[in-house]
């Protein structure tokens, strides 16, 4: 498991549906090694710190395994590090075998796994695909957000180690599948509820399901 590229940016304006509005979506590969502490890598910032960051959503990581798989379903030969607005590229980290408060060293950095990513309408303007969102909704190839435990540095190449397994065992995957693909499954969705890394927003919207 392995760090493949820090990704950065800091706010930008895009034109969406003919009014401005400012994005850190737009995530380009940095050089060196990189301060992250419990928000942010230092050099990144969001833009909408309603819908983005916070504690529960300081890092991103996407797979990098999922590139070939969209650059051959998309046809396209462009897509780079951090297309996908991530933090971090990686290798080795799947939502199939990553858990929902799995704890993670990366590089002197220790974090752990809160929730899957849901993308809003900043990823389809980057992509310039009409449609993206559900597009990649359906894929469930979400990459997913991390809390810093304890701040450090990261840089491309560092080792990605697992130091514990999340409470109750529940992957990335399956918690995704289960709020989107799986509402009536009542008894996955109390058991969701009760795992105790993950964020606030998706325990309460178990809490829901469950009742």
Known sequence: MQVLS???????????????????IYKEPVNGRVALDTLNFDG??????????GPFKAVYIYPHEHYATWAEELDRDDLTYGQFGENLTTTGLLETT???????????????VTQPRVPCFKLEH???IKGFIKTFMQSQR???????LEPGEVGAGDEIALVRKGQGEMTVDEIFHLLYFDKSNRVKAAAAAKLPALSPGWRGSFEQMAQ
């Open 126 to 128: 980057k992509m310039a």
């Open 98 to 112: 990553v858990h929902i408060g799995d704890v993670f060293r990366i590089g002197t950095a220790i974090l752990e």
């Open 44 to 53: 990144d910032a969001q833009a909408d710190l309603v819908a983005h960051g």
């Open 6 to 24: 820090v990704n950065l940016s800091k706010p930008v304006e895009i034109i969406y549906r003919g009014e401005a509005v400012m994005t850190g």
């Open 142 to 148: 979400s990459g997913f957000y991390l809390k810093v």
